[in-house]
Structure formats: C-alpha cells, structure tokens
Nanobody, 120 residues
Framework: QVQLVQSGGGLVQAGGSLRLSCAAS????????MGWYRQAPGKQREWVAV???????KYADSVKGRFTISRDSAKNTLYLQMNSLKPEDTAVYYC??????????????WGQGTQVTVSS
C-alpha cells in the first residue's frame, strides 16, 4: 500500500505562483512515473505533467512554459511549480504515482486532491 499526501494549493491572483507537493509513503520498492492531473468543475480530469523515474518531463500544451514538474527521489516527493497562473488553471489538482511495491507488484496510487483557485 502506497499513500500520496498532497500539500500546497490555495487562492492566488492571476499572474501569481503556487507550488504543490506530493509525498509518497508506504511499502515502496521504487517510484516510477509520477504526474499531476487536474479536474475543473463540470469537466473531466485531464493530464497536466509527468516525470519519469529518470527525470524526463512532459507537459500539456496548456501549461507548457508556465508549470515545472520535479521530484526529489531521496524524499519520495513530487512537486509542481505553477507560475503565471490563469483563471482557467482553477481546478482540483491530483498527483499520481506508478510504483513497484516491496513485494514486486506494480500498481498506482492517487493523492487526495488539492484546490487551486486563480482569481482574475
């Protein structure tokens, strides 16, 4: 069992910045790909950014150049630095981790979600 606990988020004016964190704990042999997703009211959850175990990153076009995903493998923690925020970035943000458990099974886990609200 792997738990992801998110922190950060909140209310910010357009053009501002926020940083999200996602700490993993539990019976982890290795954390593989990790990513951030978001879901705005009335919309489906969408992918925002992903980072491989080796540090390769990919971003949705809507956030490219404004958001930065990173990870600290020593701390089993994922981050999302969000700059130049826009009202359309308002959503509940979720982290996700693909992992290999201590018993060798592969699965994934989601964080509890954190609200990001950008006012115009």
């Amino acid at each position: 069992q792997v738990q992801l606990v998110q922190s950060g988020g909140g209310l910010v004016q357009a053009g501002g910045s926020l940083r999200l964190s996602c700490a993993a704990s539990g019976s982890i042999f290795s954390l593989n790909s990790m990513g951030w997703y978001r879901q705005a009211p009335g919309k489906q959850r969408e992918w925002v950014a992903v980072i491989s175990r080796g540090g390769t990153t990919k971003y949705a076009d809507s956030v490219k150049g404004r958001f930065t995903i990173s990870r600290d493998s020593a701390k089993n923690t994922l981050y999302l630095q969000m700059n130049s925020l826009k009202p359309e970035d308002t959503a509940v943000y979720y982290c996700k981790a693909d992992f290999t458990s201590a018993w060798g099974t592969m699965s994934d886990s989601w964080g509890q979600g954190t609200q990001v609200t950008v006012s115009s």
